[in-house]
């Protein structure tokens, strides 16, 4: 299987008013999907208050719903959130009312204009309707973070050569990734620190 780190050009070309990268010379977006969660989400807070690094974490509205003082922890410590739908669903599964209709029942727990469709797949058909109140937010860097038979040395060697300023970088604060996040997230900074790169929120 082939592991595709860096979003190709034609991927962006194809869905051109998704968000896939900023103009910057120094920043990169850290993001984080799926949260939040006891597991991670705490974890991951304390890592970034003690490196005054800020994020943008794309929750999922039944974690949002069950974790309402994580929720609060995220915006207080000065990271951003964004709608992931209410139950992480399939924009290739379900029919674009449905959809849109989990993004709105999500919007009730996360106060946020950003939307990013899990699996990061969604009908280009889906985009108008979504556009009317978000902005579709995908990424330039994917961690697989989530996939075990990726050695964290390999990521961290994929992104010592492939992460540039502009980058949206994408990780998990679920509890699948827990073990593999907890080395790779610490890592991950000092080598981008090292590069000279900052960290900002995407704004709403």
């Known amino acids: 299987m082939i592991h595709v780190f860096k979003t190709p050009q034609f991927a962006r070309r194809m869905f ?23 597991e991670m989400t705490q974890w991951i807070l304390k890592v970034l208050k003690e490196r005054k690094i800020k994020a943008t974490f794309f929750c999922v509205g039944a974690n949002a719903q069950e974790h309402p003082d994580l929720m609060q922890e995220i915006i207080s410590d000065g990271h951003q959130v964004g709608n992931h739908t209410m139950r992480h669903d ?32 969604m009908p280009k058909a889906y985009d108008k309707e979504i556009l009317e109140n978000y902005q579709i937010i995908m990424w330039s860097w994917l961690s697989y973070d989530f996939d075990h038979a990726i050695p964290i040395d390999k990521i961290l060697q994929k992104a010592d050569q492939q992460i540039q300023p ?21 890592k ?6 090292g590069k000279g790169l900052k960290f900002d929120v995407i704004s709403a």
């Open 90 to 121: 399939k924009g290739l599964v379900l029919r674009k009312d449905d959809y849109c209709d989990s993004i709105k029942e999500a919007a009730q727990f996360i106060p946020s204009k950003l939307f990013r469709p899990p699996y990061g797949r």
């Open 188 to 193: 991950l900074l000092d080598l981008l620190v």
């Open 166 to 186: 502009g980058d949206i970088l994408v990780l998990h604060d679920n509890k699948k990734v827990e073990e593999r996040v907890k080395e790779l997230l610490p």
């Open 16 to 38: 051109p008013r998704r968000v896939w990268g900023f103009s910057s010379s120094d920043t990169v977006y850290l993001t984080f999907d799926d949260g939040p969660t006891t």
